[in-house]
């Protein structure tokens, strides 16, 4: 079956950095996405992967190996408006996005 | 930017009502999804239209049907609600012909069936 796998929570502390990670297992793969979710909200973009590496987008960053099918999100100086749930979504060879159940990061002053 | 709407936050029904949740985007979107959250899960498809007219089902699509008869609008009926249909229900709409573009979401709609 399909797979993917995130922690159900971290804390972490403001200014400092986290790392939030992903692992998966999927028929197929055409890419990764990372959302960010505030309690009682909609998902919203963050990040896309297709190739392997880093990609930053400002304290944001995403890394993706599919070789070990696994990525990470990288949050660099946490600011309490980062407090969120984080979602991991494959989409695997027939187009279809399989999601994570999402990491809710919780920052404390 | 973006923008989806569903037409309500909160709802609240009985078992065995006939239920219709509304999605509208206003970015010409090809692409619309029916997603529903719950804790501890991830988001799970229900059901999605690549046009008008026209309707796949997702991973649940049991006890769900779809209707796309504009562009900008998918809506979601829950034929007879059931307790287990208590979710928040998310819709998004991408662009292309695939799904392999960003998908923008709406606010969501917290359904609670009694």
């Known amino acids: 079956g399909q797979n993917i796998d995130q922690p159900t929570e971290m804390t972490a502390t403001e200014g400092a950095i986290v790392q939030i990670n992903c692992t998966y297992q999927t028929s197929g793969f055409n890419g990764l996405f990372w959302y960010q979710q505030h309690a009682g909200e909609a998902p919203t973009f963050l990040s896309y992967n297709v190739l392997d590496g880093l990609e930053e987008k400002g304290r944001f960053s995403s890394f993706l190996s599919r070789s070990k099918g696994y990525s990470y999100l990288l949050l660099k100086e946490l600011q309490m408006k980062d407090s969120a749930s984080y979602l991991c979504a494959v989409l695997d060879s027939n187009y279809q996005l399989i999601w994570g159940a999402g990491t809710k990061l919780i920052i404390k002053p | 930017d973006v923008k989806v709407t569903q037409s309500s936050r909160y709802l609240v029904k009985r078992t065995g009502e006939k239920v219709f949740l509304e999605c509208v985007q206003d970015?010409?979107?090809?692409?619309m999804f029916w997603y529903r959250q719950d804790p501890g899960l991830g988001l799970r498809l229900i059901y999605f239209?690549?046009?008008?007219?026209m309707k796949e089902k997702g991973d649940i699509p049991e006890g769900y049907s779809v209707s796309r008869e504009k562009k900008e609008r998918f809506s979601l009926i829950l034929e007879s609600a059931s307790t287990n249909q208590t979710s928040m229900y998310l819709c998004?709409?991408?662009w292309g012909e695939g799904t392999t573009d960003t998908q923008y979401f709406g606010p969501g709609t917290r359904l609670t069936v009694l």
């Open positions: 239209s690549y046009d008008v007219k």
């Open positions: 970015m010409d979107h090809e692409n």
């Open positions: 998004a709409s991408s």
